[in-house]
């Protein structure tokens, strides 16, 4: 007689699934299940694993930090790891210069919309409340999150919830609109943004995730693209918020996008891979001109009226300032930059698959996009779900795939090898010929 499972599964039509794969167990990028089958985890642990699983430092750290302090309270009180962490994160951090704790990252994004919104009431510009941003961003799933990155197909149900937003469109390469060179469109893109900040003086964020947009299918920035938008926020005195959750710490091939794109916010937000992968944990951090609009008298009521009780955990600050020093010790941006390279040789074999319109990839993130006809780009809607088609075609081939819509997302835990990312690549196309009559 099958056990009954009590467990609500996220993005799921639970309809579908007669049962779930049990992991029991993980080591390097290798996941193993009930039944003693190895799988590849080709998905990071949801886009946060950096060393791998079962890492011995990592552990370590874990380990040795509850023998001493499992919890403390960040309300009044203070702990060690927290403190070395926010040290750590502020150093490495250019231009940032406070660290406010959380335990997600649409949790991180609510406090930097927070903050952004607070800062003009802080200074006394009440006029500033407009929060503007990308179409298609995503950056999580609470309701601030979903107001600033909304997604139709995710988050359709709950629009009137929601608060309004600006929303300016974001050059994809693949979809350029008719009429218009993928350069024009860019133009057109950055046009309507300054437009609209020229003629409104209510503007108070531009909230965009760093690099590319990663959950609204992989849609990586045109050089200049963001660094532009920056250069138009402090031009127009509007805060730059930058969502660094699924892009920052190596995903993109960098430590931190926005170094690399030129283009430095007022506040940022850190999540997923903060912690290697291994604890829940995220941040915000802002420069010192919106922290000190939070300075006062008590009675100003300047101060920041949020917190968690999570806030600050010392295991989760304690593995995660091990994993931080690590990539230095273990040079893991250079390991990333000649891994990354892996990728690119497999750009032809992924496209002449009938199936593959679009092949979308920076640093350790691919996205292959899937359509029912390449000329006229159509994207695949099998009555199925594709997500389920993709993860038990990949289960036969020994990988653990998921997608999101039609992109079949790669986002491997960062320390993967050549020879494991060959194979990765190269199971995915098995899968991918395997997946499509299903498909179509």
Partial sequence: MKKTSFVWHPNTQMREWDSFDEIKSAKGVWLTDSKGNKILDA????????????NPELVNAITTQSKKLQHSSMFNLTNEPAEKLA??????????HRVFYSDNGSSAMEIAIKLALQYWKNI???????????????????FGAMSVGYVPEFFGKFK??????LQFPVPN??????????????????EKIEKEFSKKTNIAAFI???????AGGVIIYPKGFQKKISQLCKKYDVLFVLDEIATGFGRLGSMFQYEEQKSIPDIVAYGKMLTGGYLTMAATLTNKKVYDSFLGEF???K???????????????????ESLKMYKKYNLIKKIYNTSKIFEKYYQKISEIDIVGDIRHKGMLMGIEIVSNKKRKTPIRPKKSINKIFFEEGKKNGIYLRTLGNIVMLVPPLIITESELNLLLDKTILTIKSAMPKVL
């Fill in 173 to 190: 390469e693949y979809r350029v609109p008719n009429g218009f060179t993928f350069l024009d469109h860019q133009n057109y893109c950055l």
């Fill in 124 to 142: 006394g510009e009440k006029k500033k409340t407009r929060i503007a941003t990308l179409e298609n961003g995503y950056h999580g799933d609470t």
């Fill in 303 to 321: 101060h920041l009226f949020h917190g968690h009780t999570y806030t600050g955990n010392p295991i989760a600050a304690a593995v995660a300032l």
């Fill in 208 to 214: 965009m995730e760093s690099g590319a947009q990663v």
């Fill in 299 to 301: 009675n100003d009521w």
């Fill in 87 to 96: 040290e750590h994160l502020v150093k490495i951090s250019p231009k940032m």
């Fill in 160 to 165: 009137k919830q929601l608060f309004t937003t």
């Fill in 43 to 54: 998905v990071g642990s949801m886009w946060c694993n950096v060393w791998g699983h079962s």
